[in-house]
């Protein structure tokens, strides 16, 4: 499963409920058996490298920031994301 799609499958699986970058990020790390850190994977959500040349799709097209008082939640799929969504949502 590539990485967009694993992402996609994480908050696909969260049924709306804002996910935080940190958990997908360790999670991503777990499985692609990468040891973490603070900039791992961050791509898939910026949209740019470290450079700021875009790199990959992700950032605001294919989930989202959820803020809520000023004060970020998390991430949730948004509907272009859900091309990405491989496997059945779990109950």
């Not at 996609?8 to 990468?34: S, W």
């Not at 803020?67 to 272009?80: A, S």
């Amino acid at each position: 499963m590539s990485n967009l799609s694993f992402i996609a499958n994480t908050l696909y699986n969260m049924h709306g409920v804002p996910k935080p970058f940190t958990e997908i990020q360790r999670m991503l790390c777990d499985k692609n058996n990468k040891i973490w850190n603070r900039g791992k994977y961050c791509a898939y959500f910026s949209g740019y490298n470290g450079y700021g040349v875009p790199t990959k799709p992700g950032g605001p097209v294919l989930w989202e920031r959820v803020w809520e008082e000023g004060k970020l939640l998390g991430w949730v799929l948004t509907t272009k994301g859900h091309k990405y969504v491989t496997v059945t949502c779990n109950s």
